[in-house]
């Protein structure tokens, strides 16, 4: 395995766009000559956000190693930073041709699909890299979001109690660096976040739990007030703060009808 395979592989981090950890040392380090120095370089052009810069950087690296996957992704996340869709999935499908066990790549393909509101497609490649790779929280909790559009409640709950699983801080992030697309957008936000805090509530964590209910509280999720019966609630019910959180529940306001004329 080459040094620049061997720090790609380094990397594989959850987020949108990847910069290593060891990017910052591109800033002081001599012009790059070796693979590894110029990828560096490359990848801290996509931390400054110059993406122009970075696509001419990674193709010239692909000039030298044309079916290398890692760099094939990096380009597709710099795409999908550009919104350039079908450049970012041409060059996610390429990075999978190049090694069929790619999760990653997949995974990126997947967001494509989840982004053009092809909802059983992206669902199909989320679960191809659960398959691949099951230890990776953002594929769970990509799959999860799916399912959320698509209404798939109960699979839903456990895509997302397997990604809190495995990571329980994975729906507190916001920017994280790596190779990975990690999806966020939703539709019905109200929802969303009573579903997360069912979910930190059957693991009893109180503090999450409020945070999200909090959060589907204030989006006047409608269903609310089933955290007085919900079973998913039951661990942190009788905590003090949930109960003061109950206490301070009131139906959502009912809508006055239109009067006719």
Avoid: W
């Avoid at 395995?1 to 950890?21: D, E, Q, S, Y």
């Avoid at 350039?84 to 393909?109: C, G, Q, V, W």
């Avoid at 079973?231 to 009788?238: L, M």
């Amino acid at each position: 395995m080459t040094n620049l395979k061997r720090t790609l592989g380094a990397v594989m981090i959850c987020g949108l766009v990847c910069v290593p950890v060891r990017a910052q040392e591109a800033a002081t380090s001599p012009p790059p000559t070796s693979p590894v120095q110029r990828l560096i370089a490359v990848d801290k052009l996509v931390e400054d956000k110059d993406y122009e810069e970075a696509v001419r950087g990674y193709n010239e690296l692909l000039a030298d190693d044309p079916s290398n996957p890692q760099i094939l992704n990096r380009l597709g996340n710099v795409y999908q930073a550009l919104q350039r869709m079908r450049d970012a999935k041409s060059y996610y499908e390429r990075a999978l041709k190049a090694d069929p066990k790619f999760a990653a790549a997949a995974n990126n393909i997947g967001c494509i699909y989840y982004n053009e509101q092809r909802y059983g497609k992206a669902e199909r490649q989320y679960r191809k890299a659960i398959k691949m790779d099951a230890d990776v929280a953002s594929f769970h909790s990509n799959l999860g979001y799916t399912y959320l559009q698509e209404k798939k409640y109960k699979e839903m709950m456990v895509a997302f109690r397997e990604a809190v699983k495995l990571d329980p801080t994975i729906f507190d992030q916001h920017n994280r660096s790596g190779a990975i697309v990690l999806e966020r957008s939703v539709e019905d936000r109200g929802a969303f976040y009573f579903y997360l805090a069912k979910t930190y509530g059957e693991m009893g964590d109180i503090e999450r739990c409020l945070m999200y209910l909090k959060k589907a509280r204030d989006e006047h999720y409608k269903d609310i007030l089933t955290v007085k019966t919900d079973p998913a609630f039951a661990p942190v019910r009788p905590k003090p703060a949930m109960k003061e959180f109950i206490d301070g529940l009131t139906p959502a306001p009912t809508p006055n009808p239109s009067s006719a004329f």
